[in-house]
């Protein structure tokens, strides 16, 4: 009983390994890249305002958003 | 059936090795099947260290006395329960226990990586398969827990009674899960530094694994203190014993990379300290290893001399050298991106908390090192005992405090002074007024608790109001709406609110030790049947001494009504005292009556059956559930943090642009909605 239980011990070890072996599989297909998304997380859009492509754009979009800030605080004073 | 045992861990060590090969080779010649092969070796390694685990429980159940292991930790009479936890009860055991919870690890990381970080996964493997080739092969050789004895006894030693406690059901699986859980960060650290992807890909890859692994070695530190506190009935959770020491490095270190971890996601500095970090957790685990199995150490927990001690510090050195010459060779690549080398006042604080932590854990290393390197260079036996890490921990705590009270209100990148000194205002208000209030109680007698007690008012203050202002943040006014809104935003962010709920328990658990370490005491009483005695806010009463024989054990139990001094009832507390059938010695199962302000605890030390007398202990804990209470929700927030929940952000360097936070642009230092330390 015990030599058996040894037996598929083996099999089943020996064809974990081997399996990958003789089958191999495809590498992970990657999803197509939606055209309209983001390339990073640094360039994911603001609601309301252009979607930012260089640094440039950024830098502008940043003093934009300062003269938003002042004028509302002058407005508000 | 004890050879069918040592066939399956041989059969585990030989995929192992196969592991190793397949996944060297396959990372060298590109060749993905080999990887996969090596995959299902680790995974074969798994199913194999099953079956000897489930033979060496069978051995157990069946009372086979003719296999060392089992006749040396369990006896005829022993209970199912403790049966099956004697499968981890001596180093034999134990490192098989390890070896298949390493496994079984190894198995999980390949299924969750079967389509993800394919480019890391030949250096994971290889690194996982190295290590389970080291514990496998110390099973398979040199603690051998099948190998049988040339007679058969009639009847096993028995578990130690120590060991005889709920305790050892639940304590040292989890802190193998966790010491275990430990690998695989190493491992993906490993894989970055070798092919030079260290970004925050590895960071990501291990973060479940991180903080899952703090969490069970959190679990299990707390269930051996709840066990020494119950158990050993000298009154005390912690003893700066060298094996205690060498389970909370780790931790601490874990608890320091995920604290600058998320600098590096969201800045992308502190590269070689996460690194670093990561190494130095593991390189922790197996120091703790060999402390415990080398027999260098003098500590109840230890294990007999065992020459797998040689092994395992060859292990540490080998994982130090090796990362220490893997971090100098990518240094250059390791260098923060776009020159961003000057650190902003939040980032300033976390590596603060960072070096704070670091210097708590190499000062105690260094005391848990020092009696092993007296002892064995100078041949002397030295002691570093109680003093040495009290005085540590007081500077250590009130520097985390002062930490926690200040750090969750500064901004990331440029705080404004004026804007800190308003949001500290309440949390100091409140500090001072606790602090006046505990100086008055305390009589000025014990400054350095009055200090704690101060800044952990402090910090909850911050903390409670970090809450508030989070339910804030979304118009929620109405009191009756806070409570919803909490929710969801324990939903919503859960890693950084998880994060406010384990600081919040750290508090917790400080005030308590800090009020029991300066205010417990203790009281020696006789009593008969009927008489009382007031101990401190409490009137405690013998009800009954009773005996009993069993063909296991003979037990004296006293038991003792709590009541008021106004005459209210405050519950009961039963000790006994008690000889096993293998012991020498009688035991003592202490009472402990656990009340918010403190714990009654009574040790039932003689009894004088023809008069109905007791002799008993009585100890009063002040503080002492707020420290399980405190333990909770650290390991509660750290559940909250990891737990799987919609829109999940594995937090890339910046998730959001800045443009998107207005006070950001402006420069104002706080926003409610960023995480914090």
């Not at chain 2, 861990?9 to 030989?14: D, I, N, P, R």
């Not at chain 2, 530094?193 to 299990?220: F, K, P």
């Not at chain 2, 998320?262 to 800045?267: I, K, L, S, T, Y």
């Not at chain 2, 600081?503 to 008969?528: C, F, K, N, P, Q």
Request: aromatic share 8%.
């Amino acid at each position: 009983m015990l030599i058996l239980a040894a037996f598929a011990l083996i099999l089943v070890v020996v064809g974990m390994i081997v399996r990958p072996l003789l089958h191999p599989t495809p590498p992970p297909s990657t999803p197509p890249p939606d055209p309209g998304a983001p390339a990073s997380s640094d360039e994911v859009e603001v609601p309301g305002e252009p979607p930012a492509t260089t640094s440039d754009d950024l830098e502008a979009r940043i003093a934009a958003r300062r003269a938003q800030m002042a004028s509302r605080e002058e407005t508000e004073r | 059936m004890a050879e069918f045992g040592t066939f399956s861990v041989v059969l585990a060590l030989a995929a192992s090795v196969w592991a190793v090969g397949a996944a060297f080779v396959g990372y060298r010649r590109g060749a993905e099947p080999l990887v996969r092969s090596a995959e299902g070796a680790l995974r074969a390694a798994a199913v194999s260290l099953t079956v000897s685990s489930a033979v060496l429980v069978a051995l157990f159940l069946t009372r086979d006395f003719s296999v060392r292991y089992v006749a040396e930790y369990s006896d005829s009479h022993l209970s199912t329960a403790y049966t099956v936890a004697a499968f981890w009860a001596g180093q034999d055991g134990s490192l098989l226990l390890w070896a298949w919870l390493l496994a079984g690890t190894s198995a999980l990381v390949v299924r969750q990586h079967r389509g993800r970080h394919r480019e890391l996964l030949p250096i994971v493997v290889l690194v996982l398969a190295l290590v389970l080739v080291l514990f496998t092969g110390l099973v398979a050789t040199l603690s051998n827990p099948f190998v049988r004895l040339p007679f058969v006894p009639e009847d096993g030693a028995g578990l130690n009674p120590m060991l005889q406690n709920w305790g050892q059901l639940y304590h040292p699986p989890a802190l193998f899960l966790g010491y275990i859980g430990f690998t695989v960060p190493f491992a993906f650290s490993m894989a970055a530094l070798v092919t030079g992807r260290l970004g925050t890909e590895w960071i990501r890859a291990v973060r479940v694994w991180m903080v899952g692994s703090w969490l069970l070695l959190g679990l299990g530190i707390l269930l051996g203190a709840r066990w020494a506190y119950t158990e050993l009935g000298w009154g005390g959770y912690w003893a700066w014993d060298p094996v205690e020491n060498v389970s909370l490095l780790p931790w601490l270190t874990a608890t320091a990379y995920l604290h600058t971890v998320v600098v590096q996601e969201r800045r992308g500095t502190l590269r070689v300290w996460n690194l670093t970090l990561a190494v130095a957790t593991f390189a922790l685990t197996l120091f703790g290893t060999f402390l415990v199995r080398s027999g260098v150490a003098s500590s109840v927990h230890a294990f007999a001399e065992s020459s797998a001690g040689m092994y395992l510090l060859g292990a540490i050195v080998a994982v130090v050298v090796t990362s220490t010459l893997l971090i100098t060779w990518r240094l250059p690549l390791l260098r923060p991106p776009h020159g961003k080398t000057g650190a902003p006042t939040r980032e300033r604080l976390f590596v603060l908390t960072n070096a704070l932590l670091l210097a708590y854990t190499l000062a105690i290393f260094w005391g848990t090192l020092f009696p092993v390197i007296a002892s064995t260079v100078q041949g002397r036996e030295v002691t570093v005992g109680e003093p040495f890490f009290d005085l540590l921990t007081v500077p250590f705590t009130v520097g985390l405090l002062a930490l926690m009270a200040v750090c969750p209100l500064v901004a990331w990148r440029r705080a404004s002074a004026r804007g800190l000194q308003r949001l500290l205002l309440a949390p100091v208000a409140v500090g001072l007024v606790v602090g006046a209030v505990a100086a008055i109680l305390d009589g000025g007698r014990h400054p350095l608790t009055i200090v704690v007690l101060s800044l952990s008012a402090m910090a909850g203050t911050t903390l409670a109001l970090e809450l508030h202002r989070g339910v804030h943040a979304h118009g929620r006014r109405r009191l009756r709406e806070h409570l919803p809104t909490l929710g969801r935003l324990f939903v919503r962010r859960p890693r950084r609110y998880g994060g406010l709920v384990v600081h919040l328990g750290v508090v917790l658990l400080i005030v308590g030790v800090a009020l029991d370490v300066t205010y417990r005491s203790d009281e020696r009483h006789t009593l008969a049947v009927g008489e009382q005695v007031t101990v401190g806010n409490y009137v405690l009463t013998l009800a009954t001494i009773d005996s009993e024989v069993s063909p296991t054990r003979v037990s004296l139990t006293a038991t003792l009504d709590v009541t008021r001094p106004s005459g209210a009832a405050a519950g009961q507390v039963v000790t006994e005292r008690y000889l096993g059938i293998n012991q020498d010695q009688p035991r003592t199962h202490v009472g402990v009556r656990s009340l918010l302000r403190e714990d009654i605890y009574v040790i039932l030390e003689d009894v004088d059956v023809d008069t109905q007398t007791a002799g008993f202990n009585v100890h009063l804990h002040p503080g002492v559930l707020w420290i399980w209470l405190g333990g909770g929700l650290l390991l509660l927030g750290g559940l909250l943090a990891i737990w799987p929940h919609r829109g999940h952000r594995t937090g890339d360097a910046v998730a959001r642009p800045d443009v998107d936070r207005p006070e950001a642009v402006a420069g104002m230092a706080h926003d409610p909605e960023v995480p914090r330390c």
